[in-house]
């Protein structure tokens, strides 16, 4: 008994020390995702082909099948979310993969490490901690080369390619106790020294629609997953009633 304690222990005191301060992160929201609203999948699969896809793939998922999910006719799909071309500059198929064109070791020369496919990221990280990262990005000169640092994801190789839109900002410390008799500064805000195109809401709505579309690529079937769920336990909600009938009919007469 008293192993399993400490090893309960041990598991439950990273958690605690992080609610303390110790491993916070900022920001810390979160968000709900609404699968019925395809109107903002559809707005994020834009932003996600626009900014994201010239480095990150997701290459579990086909055009026309993000299409068909999402309502949005092959003809559409071709023209605004296919930016790239096959090996002879043809302009992808709408049934290819969503895959880019840039190089592994193009990517590990520019970046230190490639960057990673976002299929799963949405079912890896979760969709809290997208949000939270797509907004943390801040000004740190001290990191040569990428200029920003992230509240969310420290030291990340990852570069603001979405400043035009957020602006730049810088961010806001307090001095917190680190449980251990000293004292380190953590983020409780930011400061915008440069606005971008959209303001903080907008930007903040066009993060949700990007993670919105990030969780729909992660499990394309989920909401009918859950569909198909909330049947079968209507379904045996149902039979469980008529057998205990049955049951109360055939033991009736037995005393």
């Known amino acids: 008994m008293r192993k399993i ?12 020390g992080w609610a303390a301060g110790g491993g916070a992160t900022f920001p810390n929201d979160k968000i709900e995702i609404d699968w019925d ?21 997701a290459e579990f998922s086909r055009y026309n099948r993000v299409g068909a999910d999402l309502g949005i006719a092959d003809d559409l799909v071709r023209d605004n979310l296919i930016f790239t071309t096959d090996i002879h500059g043809e302009k992808t198929k709408v049934g290819e993969l969503m895959k880019n064109t840039m190089k592994t070791a193009y990517a590990e020369e520019a970046f230190g490490v490639a960057p990673p496919d976002l299929s799963l990221i949405a079912r890896s990280r979760g969709v809290n901690w997208l949000y939270n990262y797509l907004r943390g990005f801040y000004v740190d000169e001290s990191r040569t080369g990428l200029g920003v640092n992230n509240g969310v994801f420290a030291n990340v190789g990852m570069p603001h390619v979405l400043a035009e839109l957020q602006g730049l900002q810088i961010p806001k410390y307090r001095s917190e106790s680190d449980g251990h008799g000293g004292e380190h500064d953590v983020i409780v805000g930011f400061e915008i ?7 903080k809401s907008e930007y903040d709505n066009t993060i949700h629609d990007l993670v919105a579309f990030l969780d729909y690529v992660a499990e394309p079937y989920k909401q009918t997953r859950r569909n198909v769920g909330t049947g079968v336990i209507i379904f045996l909600f149902g039979f469980l009633i008529l057998a205990y009938m049955l049951k109360k009919e055939y033991w009736k007469d037995v005393h």
């Open 193 to 199: 020294i440069k606005p971008g195109s959209m303001s």
């Open 37 to 57: 609203d395809k109107a903002a999948m559809q707005r994020g699969a834009r932003t996600y082909v626009n900014y994201c896809m010239s480095c990150h793939s």
């Open 5 to 16: 304690l400490i090893i309960v222990a041990a598991l439950i005191a990273p958690t605690l």
